[in-house]
């Protein structure tokens, strides 16, 4: 069943029964190669999980578990092989939301859920995304409103020698790098660690380009518009959605993909999407919007 999570709202089942997991496969459409987060709420269970429990790794979880931080690491042997496709690694998180947790503590076993949305497409951050993309597939929706943080966790692996980010989310790097020092970036050309982090990813069914100063862009009643805070001046075009009215990160993040719905809804032709400043939440906000308008891009 789909259920809130502090980031976006998950698909979730039983992590130990791989004919549940085969389902969330094919409800999402989602290729058997991407492997999926397996979310706890009790500590032990990351104990019978994972065999490799270091240092590093309890300082990053006292610090910032529960919450947006997935951590890959060695998995152990309980894990079945279509939950991490067939990786000798383990995705974990521990959410924070109160429901997410309650939910995983009463089904008394860990639950693998990826994000409720049909592969590629922009994830949920409201029981409405849910039900426009799976509603008539899933028998049940955990509803708890929309989802305070609004973009998925942060994945960090924990495999090699030095962290390496696989995917910019709601923990900003910077918070991680104060605790545990340098991390590594995964470069969009190198080969894909992170299976799930295909350049077209998180898209909106309409058109997406990004800009970085409005004269950039042709305003017209066809467009659609997406702004980090308030303009100076008006704006004309069809929709204009802004992410936060002074400019804060945080609730950017919180609206960008309600946003993202909404003017994918609104019948424009194309949406343009304003750059937005790459430090703190603004670095997955970017990631997002970078993946979403990169099918689009010339
Ligand atoms: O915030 C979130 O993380 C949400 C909520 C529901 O918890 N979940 C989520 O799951 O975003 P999903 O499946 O949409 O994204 C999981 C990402 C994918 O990019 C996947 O490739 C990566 O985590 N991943 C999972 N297991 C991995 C592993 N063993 N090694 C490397 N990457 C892994
Ligand atoms: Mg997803």
């Known amino acids: 069943m789909a259920f809130p999570t502090e980031t976006v709202y998950g698909l979730g089942a039983d992590a130990l029964n791989p004919r549940a997991i085969a389902k969330i496969f094919k409800i999402k459409k989602r290729p058997t190669f991407d492997p999926l987060i397996v979310h706890i709420a009790e500590m032990e269970w990351l104990h019978k999980l994972t065999r490799q429990v270091d240092e590093r790794t309890l300082t990053l979880i006292k610090k910032f578990w529960p919450g947006p931080l997935t951590l890959v690491l060695l998995k152990s042997s309980l894990v079945p092989d279509i939950v991490t496709a067939g990786l000798d690694t383990v995705a974990v998180r521990m959410p924070a939301h109160p429901v ?23 994830s ?130 919180a609206n960008l993909f309600l946003a993202l719905h909404r003017l994918d809804e609104s019948g424009v032709k194309i949406i343009y999407a304003e750059c937005i400043p790459a430090v703190g939440l603004g670095s997955a906000i970017m990631d997002r919007l970078e993946r979403a308008s990169s099918k689009s891009a010339t």
Do not use: W
């Open 124 to 253: 949920p951050t409201t029981v409405a995304h849910v039900e426009k993309q799976l509603g008539k597939k899933i028998d049940l929706i955990l509803d708890a409103g929309k989802c305070p943080v609004g973009v998925e966790s942060t994945v960090l692996s924990l495999v090699g020698g030095k962290p390496v980010l696989l995917r910019p989310g709601g923990l900003p790097l910077e918070e991680i790098e104060k605790v545990i020092g340098k991390v590594v970036r995964q470069s969009k050309t190198k080969t894909i660690q992170s299976p799930g982090q295909l350049q077209s990813h998180y898209s909106p069914r309409t058109p997406m380009k990004l800009f970085k100063s409005l004269n950039q862009i042709p305003l017209n009643n066809n467009v659609g518009v997406l702004l980090f805070k308030r303009p100076v001046l008006k704006i004309k075009a069809r929709t204009v959605e802004i992410l936060s009215e002074k400019g804060d990160l945080t609730e950017a993040a």
């Open 100 to 122: 997410a947790r309650k939910f995983i503590k009463l089904s008394q076993t860990p639950i693998a859920a990826p994000s409720a949305n049909l592969f590629g497409h922009l």
